[in-house]
């Protein structure tokens, strides 16, 4: 496997990197490969500009998710596949460039002949509590599974036997995925692969087989802005550690980093949307509960979804990484001190989360609901600890010189500005806590999220799902409908 390509780029730790526009010039005379199983935009849009990028230098081959016709988080939902069929997306594989080859349906079925795939019956139970350890091969299509099903339920604790039909077709399809994925490789002698997000189940497998055949991999990603993708080289975007690496190398990329995270600050303050939608758009500017001269701990909840949905690469380490156990040990200690503790809990919290209201009114009169119109950035002033389990308002309450602390696990737990709760001791010296850390390590944090990525160069965003490529928009009319009604329920656009 050739190196080069991982030159002239920032974010360089051993081989997992976030990359920047000098990648393109550094990678010549590859032979790459492109795996898209997926049709969301802006995601299948960034694949097909990296592909025509790359093919100005380098052997590129696409495959779409048009000639794939494998089962996905997105294709498993009616309406999506209805969506589709009426969008230019149903013949994506021809939109990419001049230079990129592109598979046919035809040849992919031929070689899918020859794959030997078992029946998925026979290795997988749906309804296991172990489902997660389930592996096939150099694949832990289990943690794929489990990763998958939360996101689409966005419940932690999903019905798998309610889901078990949903989750044999992922899994059928996921583990023909992984072994297509290798026969290409060998077919292609491909130096480098290139996927989205390398998470869920099918693109798990992408990922696997080729750390099964030591290949380079690429994952594309959401940059920090709708205008930027980024590229995350040996990683995915998921990984404290390696983040932690981004965020000292951009700092360094970057021009006046920290006006341009102070920059990002302001905008997250003024419900700018900036890299997805806003959720504090509703929120009355200013508004807050009146508070009295006691201290004021205010704990910000997270969806719990969210990070579980990211798998085994963040496992829990502490009972603090349970978000109810959180918000009652924060409670009882504040009630034992006679301080004033606040809720505020996330305004995207889902249905299946109502379990963390629940043990907020155990232990606090002031408990703020999802839909309350209380500005969370007036209540981060007026608070002299903030908490919260994993959000980013930890790092902007930091940047703002408030002592500011973590009860879970999180993408920013190697951030110096912020301290991590992990057992009853850390939390009594949180709770007594008078003086914050330096901020400026917040602040590099900030400036990794509104700063990093690479500009479009062909793709043209209209909004967080919408836009054209190349002068085409290859969404459909009900995709119209559909972004309507998220700038409206969401805010941004």
């Given amino acids: 496997m050739s190196d080069r390509g991982r030159d002239n780029v920032v974010g360089r730790s051993g081989n997992e990197m976030s990359l920047t526009p000098e990648f393109y010039d550094a990678t010549r005379g590859q032979k790459i490969l492109i795996i898209e199983p997926f049709y969301y ?11 025509e990028i790359l093919s100005e230098q380098n052997s590129v081959s696409y495959v779409g998710p048009d000639v794939l016709r494998y089962l996905t988080d997105e294709t498993c939902r009616p309406r999506t596949r209805l969506r589709l069929s009426l969008s230019r997306k149903r013949n994506v ?5 001049r230079d990129v080859r592109a598979y046919r349906r035809d040849e992919l079925a031929s070689i899918e002949r020859g794959l030997g795939v078992p029946d998925v019956r026979s290795l ?14 150099n694949f832990d299509v289990g943690m794929g599974l489990i990763s998958s099903l939360i996101s689409l339920t966005r419940d932690p604790h999903f019905d798998r036997a309610k889901y078990s039909n949903l989750a044999l077709a992922l899994g059928r399809d996921a583990i023909r995925l992984y072994r297509l ?28 087989a080729c750390e099964a055949m030591g290949v380079r991999y690429i994952v594309h990603e959401l940059g920090s802005s709708r205008d930027k993708y980024a590229l995350f080289d040996g990683a995915t975007p998921h990984q404290p550690e390696p983040i932690r690496d981004w965020v000292d190398d951009w700092w360094r990329f970057v021009s006046e980093p920290e006006a341009k995270a102070r920059a990002f600050l302001a905008k997250r303050r003024q419900n700018v949307a900036t890299s997805w939608y806003s959720y504090t758009g509703k929120q009355n500017a200013g508004h807050c509960p009146p508070r009295d001269e ?42 034992d001190r006679g301080y004033d503790f606040v809720v505020r809990c996330h305004p995207n919290t889902p249905a299946s989360h ?11 009169p002031t408990v703020i609901e999802p839909s309350s119109h209380v500005d969370s950035y007036a209540l981060m002033d007026c608070s002299d600890v903030v908490l919260t389990q994993n959000s980013t308002v930890g790092i902007e309450a930091s940047a703002d010189r408030k002592p500011v602390f973590y009860t879970g696990r999180n993408l920013f737990e190697q951030c110096r500005s912020v301290r991590r709760i992990m057992n009853d001791s850390d939390l009594s010296a949180a709770l007594d806590a008078t003086e914050a850390p ?12 509104g700063e990093h990525g690479i500009p479009y160069r062909y793709y043209q965003p209209r909004g967080f799902l919408s836009g054209k490529y190349r002068g085409t928009d290859l969404n459909g009319p009900l995709s119209r409908l559909r972004d309507v009604k998220l700038r409206l329920t969401r805010g941004g656009t």
């Fill in 294 to 335: 006691r201290k004021r701990v205010t704990f910000y909840t997270s969806s719990d979804d969210e990070l579980i949905a990211i798998g085994d690469e963040l496992p829990p380490d502490s009972p603090y990484c349970d978000q109810a156990h959180s918000i009652r040990s924060v409670g009882r200690a504040c009630r």
């Fill in 41 to 51: 935009t802006p995601h299948v849009e960034t694949g097909l500009e990296v592909a």
């Fill in 124 to 137: 997988l139970d749906p309804t296991s509590p172990n489902l997660q350890n389930l592996k096939f091969e």
């Fill in 354 to 364: 109502r379990h963390l209201v629940a043990a907020a009114r155990e232990v606090s």
């Fill in 181 to 208: 994925t290798r026969e290409l490789i060998r077919a292609n002698g491909s130096d480098i692969v290139i996927l989205f997000n390398g998470r869920v189940a099918s693109v798990r497998a992408i990922r696997r």
């Fill in 438 to 449: 330096d901020p400026v390590d917040a602040l590099r944090y900030a400036n990794f999220f």
């Fill in 93 to 97: 594989s021809g939109y990419v460039g």
